[in-house]
T-cell receptor, first 112, second 110 residues
Framework: DGGITQSPKYLFRKEGQNVTLSCEQN?????MYWYRQDPGQGLRLIYY???????QKGDIAEGYSVSREKKESFPLTVTSAQKNPTAFYLC???????????FGPGTRLTVT | RKEVEQDPGPFNVPEGATVAFNCTYS??????FFWYRQDCRKEPKLLMS???SGNEDGRFTAQLNRASQYISLLIRDSKLSDSATYLC???????????FGTGTRLTVIP
């Protein structure tokens, strides 16, 4: 059963805490992406990775960090430096650069 | 100017109607185009790719107009289940130049 999974579906944290969102795919895709979506807004790219052990900042990387130690996994850490962390976080993967992306079900993070 | 622009809508249409959305892009070097569907509080799901020759999948038809730099999505015989936000995606040549539109919201009314 191939696909891309994110966990947890809902996450609640206190302000000032770092939190890590999981993203796993078994599609054998090289490229993985993290987006953030705010209510009524479009998707904004946080980080992306085209290959293991390499990743690049997207448009809104400040306050976030990622790692890509395995092809299947691309976790995102939301640090306390992120000023407005409450949002819907979406992970996606693609066979490579320039191909259509497939999304996980997302994680709704609420920071109070 | 935004890389990709869509009319946010909402488009409210009766069941059975035909509805069309356009999405304009600014960079003529854009090479790949897609339509995604996003239901409320869910992830975007790939609806269809858009080929230069146009393509059809059941009630859905996607077309590309390179001269005027837009893609379109036509939905015939609208169903209640078509209610969603439709996102266009444009990929340019080069390093990870993928751009999402902000989406067009469609509501099909009984």
């Amino acid at each position: 059963d191939g696909g891309i999974t994110q966990s947890p579906k809902y996450l609640f944290r206190k302000e000032g805490q770092n939190v890590t969102l999981s993203c796993e795919q078994n599609l054998n895709h090289d490229a993985m992406y993290w987006y953030r979506q705010d209510p009524g807004q479009g998707l904004r790219l946080i980080y992306y990775s085209q290959i293991v052990n390499d990743f690049q900042k997207g448009d809104i990387a400040e306050g976030y960090s990622v790692s890509r130690e395995k092809k299947e996994s691309f976790p995102l850490t939301v640090t306390s430096a992120q000023k407005n962390p409450t949002a819907f976080y979406l992970c996606a993967s693609a066979p490579g650069q320039g191909y259509e992306q497939y999304f996980g079900p997302g994680t709704r993070l609420t920071v109070t | 100017r935004k890389e990709v622009e869509q009319d946010p809508g909402p488009f409210n249409v009766p069941e059975g109607a035909t509805v069309a959305f356009n999405c304009t892009y600014s960079n003529s070097a854009s090479q790949s185009f897609f339509w995604y569907r996003q239901d409320c509080r869910k992830e975007p799901k790939l609806l269809m790719s858009v080929y230069s020759s146009g393509n059809e999948d059941g009630r859905f038809t996607a077309q590309l107009n390179r001269a005027s730099q837009y893609i379109s999505l036509l939905i015939r015989d609208s169903k209640l289940s078509d209610s969603a936000t439709y996102l266009c995606v444009v990929i340019q040549t080069g390093a990870n130049n993928l751009f999402f539109g902000t989406g067009t919201r469609l509501t099909v009314i009984p």
